[in-house]
C-alpha cells in the first residue's frame, strides 16, 4: 500500500490544470447554415421568419432519422412536451405517469395541460424507469405516461409499451437527453404515441440556444401538435388561410420556433451520429478502467444504443470513509467537470406540493441521486480525458480509501 498523493481539494497538485475541452456545438457547419438562411432570405427580399423551407428541410431530416413520421419544431423542449401533451387530447384531470428523474419542464407540461402527475420509481441503481416500476404506478384514470430517457440510456420500451398497451396508456417519450438513442436498435422516441424533444445549447443534437422537436408516426397527432405549436392554425387544411383566425381550432399559444434556428438543426442533426460514437468511445473507455481499476466507483454500462448526455458515477459509500459529496467535490478539485448531485428527483421540489397525484417519494430514483454524482461528456472529450477522470477518480478514492492508487489504468 502507497501512501496517497495530497488531494487538490486539501491543497495538493490536481490530476489535470488545463479546463476540460469546450463544446463548442456552434461550429462551422452551424455558422454556414445561418448564412445560407440570410443569403436565402436577402435574395427573395423577406426577413428570416417561421415555417419556410429551413423548418420543412429541418423537421424531414429528423423524421428520416427516426426511420420516417411527422415532426414540428417548436421554440423549447418544454414547449415540445407541452404541445405533445395537448396533442394526445387527454380528458381534464386524467393521470399522467412520469419518469422520477427529469427537467421540471417534463412535470410543468403534465400540470398547464391540466392534468395530474404520478410519479414513477426508477429501477434500482438507475435514473430511468423500467416496465416493473411502470406497472408498480398503474392506477385508475391513469390515461398517458411521460418516460424519460434519462442521462441518454433508452428505457426498455418493449416492457413499458406491452404494460401501456395492455392498460390503453398514451405515451409520450421525452427524449430530451437522448437524442440518436435506440433501444434494441430501433430509435427512442418511436415506440410510444408521440415523442418530444430539447434542442437546447446543451443537448446532443442543438437548434441554437433553445428549441425543441415534437415527432410521432401518427399524421393525426401531428396535425393536433402543429395547432396546439401555434395558436390552433389547422395549416394542413386544404384553403387554409393565414390571415383568417376564423378558422382556427382552439385557442393555443404561438410556441413555434424560427427559420434560422431550423437551419442550426439541420447542421447539428448532420453531425449527431459522429457526436454519439465519440461520446460513447468516453463512457467506455471510463467505464472499462473503472472496472478494472477501482473498487468505490461504478458506472452502470452503456451499450452502443445509448447516447450519452451525463454519465452518473456510483460511489460505494461502504468503502470510503467520506460522503458522496465530499468525494464528488475532491474529483472536482482535481480538474474533473462535474455535478456533485444531480438535483433532477421530481419527489424533492417543493413547488410540485398539491400538484402530484400522491405523495410517493420514489425512493429509487433518491438513493440513486443520493448515491452518485454525474460526469459531464461532450464530443471533444478523447483519451486524455479518459485517462484524466480515471487517475482523478482513482487519486480521490485511495485517499479516502488508504489504499494505493495506480497499477497502471
Ligand atoms: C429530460 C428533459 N426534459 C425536458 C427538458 C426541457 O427542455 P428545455 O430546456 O428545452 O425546455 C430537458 C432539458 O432541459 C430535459 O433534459
Not at 396533442?87 to 384531470?93: I, R, Y
Not at 392554425?233 to 382556427?248: C, H, I, L, M, S
Not at 433518491?366 to 452518485?372: F, G, L, M, N, Q
Amino acid at each position: 500500500m502507497t501512501p496517497s498523493i495530497k488531494l487538490a481539494l486539501h491543497g495538493g497538485p490536481p490530476v489535470r490544470r488545463v479546463p476540460m475541452p469546450l463544446r463548442r456545438a456552434m461550429g462551422p457547419a452551424e455558422e454556414h447554415m445561418v448564412a445560407e438562411v440570410l443569403d436565402h432570405y436577402r435574395r427573395i427580399g423577406q426577413d428570416p421568419g417561421y415555417q419556410g423551407p429551413f423548418e420543412d428541410r429541418y423537421t424531414a431530416a429528423f423524421a428520416a432519422k427516426l426511420g420516417g413520421g411527422f415532426a414540428d419544431s417548436v421554440a423549447t423542449g418544454t414547449a415540445a412536451l407541452y404541445v405533445a401533451l395537448a396533442a394526445l387530447g387527454l380528458p381534464p384531470g386524467s393521470k399522467v405517469l412520469c419518469s422520477p428523474i427529469t427537467d421540471p419542464g417534463t412535470l410543468s407540461a403534465i400540470i398547464l395541460n391540466g392534468l395530474v402527475p404520478r410519479l414513477m420509481d426508477s429501477e434500482p441503481g438507475s435514473y430511468n424507469i423500467g416496465a416493473g416500476t411502470f406497472a408498480a404506478r398503474l392506477a385508475p384514470d391513469v390515461r398517458a405516461a411521460v418516460v424519460v430517457h434519462a442521462t441518454g440510456q433508452a428505457v426498455d420500451m418493449d416492457g413499458v409499451m406491452a404494460v401501456a398497451r395492455q392498460h390503453g396508456i398514451r405515451v409520450l417519450e421525452d427524449c430530451s437527453q437522448a437524442h440518436g438513442a435506440c433501444w434494441k436498435g430501433r430509435p427512442v422516441g418511436t415506440f410510444g404515441d408521440i415523442a418530444a424533444f430539447s434542442t437546447m445549447n446543451r443537448k446532443a443534437h442543438i437548434t441554437g440556444g433553445s428549441g425543441g422537436v415534437v415527432f410521432t408516426r401518427d399524421r393525426d397527432l401531428y396535425h393536433m401538435a402543429l395547432a396546439h405549436a401555434d395558436r390552433g392554425k389547422p395549416v394542413w387544411q386544404e384553403g387554409f388561410d393565414w390571415r383568417n383566425p376564423a378558422q382556427f381550432l382552439f385557442p393555443a399559444l404561438n410556441l413555434h420556433t424560427d427559420e434560422i434556428s431550423c437551419a442550426i438543426g439541420l447542421a447539428s442533426l448532420e453531425r449527431l451520429d459522429e457526436t454519439i460514437v465519440r461520446r460513447l468511445a468516453y463512457v467506455a473507455g471510463i467505464a472499462g478502467k473503472l472496472r478494472r481499476h477501482s473498487r468505490a466507483c461504478t458506472v452502470r454500462p452503456y451499450s452502443p444504443g445509448d447516447s450519452p448526455f451525463i454519465i452518473p458515477v456510483f460511489v460505494d459509500a461502504g468503502m470510503v470513509s467520506c460522503d458522496k459529496m465530499e468525494f464528488a467535490h475532491a474529483v472536482r478539485a482535481e480538474g474533473i467537470d462535474l455535478n456533485p448531485h444531480y438535483e433532477y428527483v421530481a419527489a424533492t421540489w417543493p413547488f410540485l406540493a398539491g400538484h402530484l397525484d400522491d405523495d410517493f417519494a420514489t425512493p429509487n430514483a433518491a438513493r440513486a441521486c443520493a448515491d452518485s454524482f454525474v460526469l459531464y461528456v461532450n464530443e471533444n472529450y478523447g483519451e486524455t480525458e479518459v485517462s484524466d477522470t480515471v487517475a482523478a477518480l482513482r487519486k480521490v478514492e485511495a485517499h479516502y480509501t488508504g489504499g494505493d492508487a495506480a497499477d497502471g489504468q
